[in-house]
């Protein structure tokens, strides 16, 4: 029979493997009386932990949640995936970076010699997206409401900021779109999805009648929140595959209306790293296929225009039009003269 130290750390194991155990499985596992287990359960409810009682036939035992965390009891592969958990947190844009440095740090003096090893040799450095600034991070408690709130299926009133410069008008559908001003919103909230180091809630917006994302770090909520709702079936089902289109799409339009196709003489590699929405195609060393949406042919253009490389437009003739008008405008602005005659209108 083992000792009572390592036989309660066994029973404590086997209670966080699995939710409900009989009594006489204990008994079995642990090669002891159904009497000595009921005695380990009640040291371990001394020592804090949560130990229910379930009712049948044979009876059994339930580690439950209770109202303050008592020790952990963790395998090796378990310890080692916590530990790599703990050090990419700073890639999920949830602010919670020093709450995960000191968890490290307390799960990293409890552990074995021999996991410690593992662990200081496995040094991880989450990197965030290349050719942008740093990401907006979501506060940690704003995170926790909505979560409630979709677990809960209540409707959440909360404000809104704006997406752009005041006077400026996001386009129609866009991630956090009509957002041009801080508001009110109401919106049944059914998933919280972290995209390229963000955080969004997933949601149907009750006052414009159709599904929206928005950004975690502009929203506010408001309390209290509304009434319980039924979900609503989300498009495609799944809502990986409904985020991915909202955000990329197949075409690297992302979902914006206007996409074009060019020819960049440029490495593949270095136009994906500036590159969040299109789709780039490797032609050789130094040159690549890109396509990429816009709101406008203009703002295509003109975003095409960062590359500091030679453009070929593949398609279609709205793009050519718009390299056109900014061509003029641009020459007008180095001559401090007219743009001249003004371009054909662009359709959309």
């Known amino acids: 029979m083992p000792k009572t130290s390592a036989r309660l750390l066994t029973l404590l194991s086997l209670l966080q493997a699995r939710r409900d155990w009989p009594g006489q499985a204990l008994a079995e596992r642990l090669e002891v009386s159904p009497r000595t287990v009921r005695r380990d359960v009640d040291r371990l409810r001394e020592l804090g932990y949560p130990v229910a009682a379930t009712k049948g036939p044979d009876g059994g035992y339930r580690l439950d949640a209770g109202t303050e965390l ?9 310890a080692v995936a916590l530990a790599v958990a703990l050090q990419t947190v700073t890639s999920t844009g949830a602010g919670i970076q020093e709450a995960a440095a ?36 979501a506060d940690s408690r704003v995170l926790m409401t909505l979560g409630a709130a979709v677990q809960a299926r209540e409707v959440l009133r909360f404000d809104y900021t704006r997406a752009s410069a005041p006077g400026a008008r996001s386009a129609p559908g866009a991630l956090g779109a009509d957002c041009d001003a801080a508001e009110v919103r109401r919106a049944e909230p059914h ?88 789709v780039v195609e490797e032609l050789g060393p130094d040159r690549c296929r890109l396509v990429l949406g816009a709101w406008s042919w203009p703002g295509l253009a003109a975003g095409l225009g960062r590359f500091d490389a030679d453009i070929q437009v593949v398609g279609p003739t709205e793009l050519k039009d718009a390299f056109a008008l900014l061509a003029r405008r641009y020459a007008a602005a180095a001559t401090d003269g007219p743009a001249g005659t003004a371009a054909p209108p662009l359709s959309r």
């Open 102 to 137: 000191r968890a490290l740090n307390t799960v990293r003096q409890v552990m074995p010699a021999r996991l410690r090893h593992r662990v200081d040799a496995l040094r991880v450095t989450a990197v965030g997206r290349t050719g942008t600034g740093p990401d907006p991070e």
């Open 191 to 278: 998933h919280l999805v972290t995209w390229s180091g963000r955080w969004y809630l997933v949601a149907w917006d009750l006052d414009r009648d159709d599904w929206r994302t928005f950004r975690v770090d502009r929203i506010t909520p408001r309390t209290p929140t509304g009434p319980r709702f039924t979900p609503r079936e989300l498009p495609g089902g799944e809502v990986a595959a409904f985020v991915a289109d909202r955000f990329q799409g197949s075409d690297g339009s992302g979902g914006r209306p206007c996409t074009g196709e060019v020819i960049l003489d440029l490495p593949a590699s270095v136009v994906s790293a500036y590159t969040r929405d299109g």
């Open 70 to 78: 008592p020790p952990l009891l963790f395998d090796d592969d378990q």
